[in-house]
């Protein structure tokens, strides 16, 4: 898709503004008009008034133009304002537009496209094609109606002299033409010079402990230097560039005025024309240069504007991997079954599959822990169950039903998913756990928050529940943050319950607490938990080892310990003799 397709793409989104945009191409229209007619007004002036020494006359067409200047002031203010509230406003729709479609994406196009790059289309470049837009509607709809009501006004005073604009616009179109062309290249290679800023920028805010503990904050500031001068050196080029353009514009302005009154004052002192048909002439000759200056500013924005319409319609136009089935399927009584039945699934691009062949059954009342080694497909496996990936061959069954048979409101309203991060958002520390349930009461808050052992840290801090978290949880301990999500999930009280290696960060201690009040919380629901230690799974109803992405063994904790190989040797590295005795 070339730029002005991707900006007459974009712009058919202004329908619900059509009336509006109307509004504001009448009024610049009449504002336009009032300014075309007030220099043959003061033409009047001159050859009728002053030359005929006609006070009346004076005073009387002074007083036109004046009520016409106000009404044109009075059209243009209000045109202004209606023009940036419908760009404002589309602004804001497309926002939310892409916002909206991004976030029914899945986390391969996430993976494709990129978090930085993701929000500097969101932000700069919707940014870049609205200010575009307040452009178009104050000035692309007034320089026309300038340019072509000015030229029949001058050729109306003098046909002779227009020549001198024939000359003097193709000179200006050529030489807009030349710069703009030549700047082109150099919006698109702004904005992903931007994306890389934001990239390095945000992964040095995120990984600033890490920076930090390794000594790395000199290395980083030249990563950012880096990128910066980058942007800058781009910025640099186009200015260069640009900068030619205002005094080759005033150049040929001047030029065209110098010959207007050249030759103008050759045809008066001819007889050929009134002094007061020149000061018009001259006003119309302005009117028609700042039209195409007007036009040019327009060439200079547009470019740019362009380069982002097109990286927002290649968001708009990325269709989600995962979508829902247009004829959704309801289970049928059961409520907590999780199924796999020779589950398949590869990453996009990888060569061997992440899992194969993966066959379990999980009921409600049971716990069923996934161990193994990194790398072996543990969380991968439980991702498959919320369907944040599709799987390749095989089936996962939820109640039952294939989850691709499922609305995806409907499969993720059974779960209650705790990830591997512990990800908290601001606000306080009700509203974190109250994201699992948005109309959770004051009395649920608080006990999904003493399942989770999270009440005593939470009581000791200043202002209890109401106490405020920073951003990703930066105040808290990584235990303190596993326990809040944990308690997010809790509190939604789901048929599902799934863990991802979520009690990695708690001490051995409130591990078991936490896997005996869970024990009674859970009682009714499906949990599945992956999990690294043995100590959290020792007690599961059934423990699945995977290594290399198959099932080496599946069974209780003594079986497996009969029977699996895999596992022996994951118990003997953590648990000594006596304790595996």
Excluded at 201 to 227: C, M, T
Excluded at 321 to 348: H, L, M, N, S, W
Excluded at 493 to 520: H, N, Q, V
Aim: glycine letters at 8%; proline letters at 3%.
């Amino acid at each position: 898709m070339n730029g002005d397709e991707a900006v007459l793409k974009l712009f058919r989104l202004l329908n619900p503004y059509k009336w509006p945009i109307a509004a504001v191409i009448v009024l610049l229209f009449f504002q336009a008009m009032s300014e075309l007619y007030l220099p043959t007004l003061m033409a009047d002036i001159v050859d009728k008034g002053i030359v005929n020494k006609d006070t009346n006359y004076i005073y009387r067409t002074g007083g036109w133009m004046l009520l016409i200047a106000f009404l044109g002031t009075i059209c243009s203010v209000v045109a202004m304002y209606i023009s940036s509230l419908v760009a404002t406003g589309f602004g804001r729709n497309l926002r939310s537009r892409i916002f909206r479609h991004v976030s029914n994406f899945t986390l391969r196009e996430f993976d494709t496209v990129g978090t930085s790059s993701l929000i500097t289309r969101t932000t700069n470049d919707i940014t870049q094609v609205q200010t575009v837009l307040i452009m178009i509607l104050r000035m692309m709809i007034t320089a026309p109606i300038m340019c072509v009501g000015g030229l029949i006004m001058a050729f109306s005073k003098d046909h002779v002299l227009t020549w001198v604009l024939a000359v003097a616009l193709p000179v200006m179109g050529v030489t807009i033409w030349f710069i703009s062309s030549k700047g082109m290249p150099y919006f698109k290679i702004i904005q992903s010079k931007i994306d890389k800023l934001n990239l390095v920028l945000r992964e040095s805010l995120v990984g600033i402990r890490v920076v930090r503990a390794f000594n790395r904050e000199d290395h980083e500031k030249d990563r950012f230097k880096g990128a910066n001068w980058e942007l800058t050196d781009v910025s640099i080029r186009v200015n260069k560039l640009m900068a030619f353009f205002m005094p080759a514009m005033m150049l040929i302005m001047n030029f065209t005025s110098i010959a207007v009154l050249w030759f103008a004052a050759k045809r008066i002192d001819a007889g050929n024309m009134q002094i007061g048909d020149m000061i018009a002439f001259t006003q119309y000759v302005f009117q028609i240069m700042f039209s195409f200056l007007m036009a040019a500013f327009m060439f200079v924005m547009v470019p740019r504007a362009q380069a982002s319409a097109i990286r927002i319609n290649e968001i708009l136009a990325m269709s989600p991997e995962i979508k829902d089935t247009d004829t959704p399927k309801q289970p049928a009584g059961k409520k907590g079954y999780v199924e796999f039945r020779d589950v398949t699934f590869r990453y996009p691009g990888a060569e061997q599959p992440a899992i194969a062949g993966i066959s379990f059954q999980a009921s409600p009342g049971e716990i069923t822990a996934i161990i193994g080694g990194t790398g072996s497909g543990k969380s991968t496996m439980i991702h498959l169950i919320p369907r944040f990936y599709d799987v390749e061959s095989g089936q996962v069954l939820v109640d039952g039903v294939d989850t691709r048979e499922m609305t995806q409101e409907a499969l993720r309203a059974k779960v209650g998913f705790v990830p591997q991060q512990a990800l908290l958002f601001t606000g306080s520390a009700a509203d974190n756990i109250r994201f699992g349930k948005e109309d959770a009461s004051d009395e649920e808050v608080r006990r999904a928050a003493v399942t989770a052992q999270a009440l005593d840290f939470i009581e000791e801090m200043e202002e209890g529940f109401n106490s405020p978290i920073s951003q990703g949880g930066g105040n808290l301990s990584g235990g303190q943050k596993q326990r809040l999500s944990i308690a997010r999930a809790l509190v939604r009280k789901p048929e599902i319950y799934i863990f991802d290696d979520s009690f990695s960060a708690l001490d051995y201690k409130t591990d078991a607490r936490l896997r005996t009040a869970l024990r009674g919380e859970t009682a009714e629901s499906t949990v599945l938990i992956v999990a690294q230690r043995v100590s959290t799974v020792v007690d599961a109803d059934r423990i699945i080892v995977l290594e290399d992405g198959r099932i080496a063994g599946m069974g209780t904790h003594r079986e497996l310990l009969a029977e699996c190989g895999v596992y022996r040797e994951i118990v003997a590295s953590q648990l000594s003799e006596e304790e595996i005795a």
